[in-house]
């Protein structure tokens, strides 16, 4: 990622990480730069019917479509300058937008480190090969079982024969085309149903020359009764049960947040929201349909919300079941 990073990147990057150690240390909510990540959405549809996933789940409050060509040029143009990372994934897959790899390369082209998420289902011979060639720099495969049964327990309507064949392609099509991207990511969602096979996702990804393996932590939505996703083994469950029986975040939820400051995400229809938690979009920052990035990004009602977590971040609904320092990284 260094590579990408210009002075004026790097600058915009200082700016961010200043205004982010000044407003915690003034409760004021100053911001000087640009975000140094965020995330643009290709589409809101899966093929996959994932649990504790609204896009599997088609049970969002928001609409259902494709992120248009043009009016995303028009976001990268704005960001691409002050911003290094560009994360092409919300909810939904992306390779359902005909036009998702041309994005990529559009991204590429300025030079912005981009990487996506995957259920790797479309990724043919002609689609790897594109992928290669669109300079996509990181590819997270969510692989969550060895074996089609247990894949299948989470990844509904998935078939783990199509992620394998998916992976072999990307990798055959690097060596052909002699690149050392995309880096290809194996994420492995830690289940229950899943968890006896965490060894086994790492020596598949050996046998197929995965550069890399990352543990996840699963969210789920109805916890604190417990719930038959969360993991027996500790180390990889974002919740702890109480004397009580009752279950509860093991994250503690002190009155700050990173992610506030260096990054954001845009839906596929042009709303900003505040992080990927927001999956709904039910806290609006602002419309790049109609304002520019910066109108919104300094906006009063960005400020606000940026203030709100200074107060009290338990009593933000999108921010109770955060991760921020409960990933698992292997």
Request: a positive charge.
């Given at each position: 990622?260094?590579?990408?990073?210009?002075?004026?990147?790097?600058?915009?990057?200082?700016?961010?990480?200043?205004?982010?150690?000044?407003?915690?240390?003034?409760?004021?909510?100053?911001?000087?730069?640009y975000p140094i990540s965020f995330s643009i959405e290709p589409t809101t549809s899966c093929n996959l019917g994932c649990p504790e996933c609204p896009s599997g789940l088609r049970q969002f409050s928001r609409d259902t479509g494709n992120l248009d060509p043009d009016f995303y040029k028009t976001v990268i143009d704005q960001l691409a300058k002050k911003s290094t990372y560009v994360l092409f994934y919300f909810q939904g897959e992306p390779y359902i937008n005909p036009k998702f790899l041309d994005m990529v390369k559009y991204a590429s082209d300025n030079k912005l480190y981009t990487a996506t998420s995957t259920n790797a289902h479309f990724l043919n011979d002609k689609t790897a090969k594109r992928t290669v060639?669109?300079?996509?720099?990181?590819?997270?495969?969510?692989?969550?079982?060895?074996?089609?049964?247990?894949?299948?327990?989470?990844?509904?309507?998935g078939k783990l024969d199509k992620v394998i064949a998916g992976t072999k392609k990307i990798i055959e099509w690097k060596k052909k085309l002699k690149s050392k991207t995309p880096h290809i990511i194996f994420q492995f969602l830690v289940v229950k149903p899943n968890e006896h096979q965490i060894d086994d996702v790492h020596n598949l990804?050996?046998?197929?020359?995965?550069?890399?393996?990352?543990?996840?932590?699963?969210?789920?939505?109805?916890?604190?009764?417990?719930?038959?996703?969360?993991?027996?083994?500790?180390?990889?469950?974002?919740?702890k049960q109480l004397d009580n029986g009752k279950w509860t975040v093991k994250n503690k939820l002190l009155d700050h947040c990173w992610r506030m400051w260096s990054g954001c995400v845009i839906t596929w229809d042009g709303l900003i929201v505040p992080c990927c938690f927001d999956k709904d979009a039910t806290h609006q920052m602002g419309d790049m349909k109609e304002k520019s990035f910066r109108e919104i990004w300094n906006s009063p009602m960005y400020r606000?919300?940026?203030?709100?977590?200074?107060?009290?971040?338990?009593?933000?609904?999108?921010?109770?079941?955060?991760?921020?320092?409960?990933?698992?990284?292997?």
């Open positions: 990622m260094m590579s990408k990073v210009t002075p004026q990147r790097a600058f915009n990057a200082a700016q961010t990480f200043a205004s982010f150690f000044v407003s915690r240390i003034t409760r004021n909510t100053y911001h000087s730069g060639e669109s300079g996509l720099d990181r590819m997270i495969i969510s692989i969550d079982g060895t074996t089609q049964e247990v894949y299948e327990q989470y990844r509904k309507k990804a050996n046998e197929l020359g995965v550069d890399e393996v990352r543990l996840k932590t699963a969210q789920v939505y109805d916890y604190e009764n417990g719930n038959p996703l969360i993991p027996e083994n500790d180390k990889y469950s974002r919740y606000s919300f940026r203030g709100a977590i200074f107060k009290s971040r338990s009593e933000i609904d999108i921010c109770k079941n955060c991760t921020e320092g409960t990933k698992v990284w292997a």
